[in-house]
């Protein structure tokens, strides 16, 4: 039986806040299915319904999400309508996720790495960190008990970075393959040349491929996903650095 996406949150192990629609499965999706296979619960807030983007419609990119979020049995996608080009990190914002993220519960957030191209990216990147530190401040009042994550971690979409650590997703790249064809209108049905970087049909699955090769390659396997992140305690060295 297929679970119902739920439209808010609910208590999961793992949480990812994208800027828009589809940043989420470009950035991070063959390690969603990974942990999806592993049991692991995931739950996805976009701050964007990515209503200026070049291609499709904010209508369609919404059911292309939910799509998207079955490929790895996401419990719930939510989307805060914060405005394309217009993510900002206030404290009031602030508030409004952090409320989210404490009735999320999650052990890990995941969200864009600081330096972007994008500047909705760079905006989330600040706004997620403000968010998950105001969720972990006992006395801020936000109607829900608070929640202090294990670890705030970054994933890259159009840079290349440094990694603090590399996902093995040689298993699951076909994975996130198929979630990012599900937002078709971006990835896979035929578009007039536009002006970005991108402007045909395979070129960012394409770069997908090349980007997972090369992270891939720095640890010896065929395809990964980088991940940078200030540090996370380790109790067990052996266990965090086995292999399979």
Same mark, same amino acid.
């Given at each position: 039986?297929?679970?119902?996406?739920?439209?808010?949150?609910?208590?999961?192990?793992?949480?990812?806040?994208?800027?828009?629609?589809?940043?989420?499965?470009?950035?991070?999706?063959?390690?969603?299915?990974?942990?999806?296979?592993?049991?692991?619960?995931?739950? *996805?807030?976009?701050?964007?319904?990515?209503?200026?983007?070049?291609?499709?419609?904010?209508?369609?990119?919404?059911?292309?999400?939910?799509?998207?979020?079955?490929?790895?049995?996401?419990?719930?996608?939510?989307?805060?309508?914060?405005?394309?080009?217009?993510?900002?990190?206030?404290?009031?914002?602030?508030?409004?996720?952090?409320?989210?993220?404490?009735?999320?519960?999650?052990?890990?957030?995941?969200?864009?790495?600081?330096?972007?191209?994008?500047?909705?990216?760079?905006?989330?990147?600040?706004?997620?960190?403000?968010?998950?530190?105001?969720?972990?401040?006992?006395?801020?009042?936000?109607?829900?008990?608070?929640?202090?994550?294990?670890?705030?971690?970054?994933?890259?979409?159009?840079?290349?970075?440094?990694?603090?650590?590399?996902?093995?997703?040689?298993?699951?790249?076909?994975?996130?393959?198929?979630?990012?064809?599900?937002?078709?209108?971006?990835? *896979?049905?035929?578009?007039?040349?536009?002006?970005?970087?991108?402007?045909?049909?395979?070129?960012?699955?394409?770069?997908?491929?090349?980007?997972?090769?090369?992270?891939?390659?720095?640890?010896?396997?065929?395809?990964?996903?980088?991940?940078?992140?200030?540090?996370?305690?380790?109790?067990?060295?052996?266990?965090?650095?086995?292999?399979?």
């Amino acid at each position: 039986m297929t679970r119902e996406l739920s439209r808010e949150p609910v208590p999961v192990d793992v949480l990812v806040i994208g800027a828009h629609p589809d940043d989420a499965e470009i950035g991070m999706g063959g390690t969603l299915v990974k942990l999806h296979r592993l049991g692991y619960s995931i739950g *996805v807030i976009d701050l964007t319904r990515g209503e200026l983007g070049s291609k499709g419609t904010a209508e369609r990119r919404a059911e292309e999400a939910a799509a998207a979020a079955a490929v790895y049995g996401a419990r719930f996608r939510a989307n805060l309508n914060l405005g394309d080009n217009r993510i900002d990190d206030s404290p009031a914002l602030g508030r409004k996720l952090a409320e989210l993220i404490r009735r999320a519960q999650p052990r890990l957030v995941f969200t864009h790495h600081g330096e972007d191209r994008h500047p909705d990216h760079r905006e989330a990147h600040a706004l997620v960190r403000r968010a998950v530190f105001q969720a972990g401040l006992r006395n801020l009042d936000l109607g829900v008990p608070y929640h202090l994550v294990d670890a705030l971690i970054f994933f890259p979409v159009n840079e290349w970075v440094e990694p603090s650590f590399v996902v093995d997703i040689t298993d699951t790249f076909e994975g996130k393959l198929k979630a990012m064809r599900a937002f078709a209108s971006q990835f *896979v049905e035929p578009t007039a040349p536009i002006d970005h970087k991108y402007f045909g049909v395979e070129d960012y699955l394409e770069a997908a491929a090349v980007r997972a090769r090369h992270y891939g390659m720095r640890i010896g396997v065929r395809y990964g996903e980088a991940f940078v992140t200030a540090g996370v305690p380790v109790s067990d060295p052996v266990a965090a650095f086995r292999r399979g």
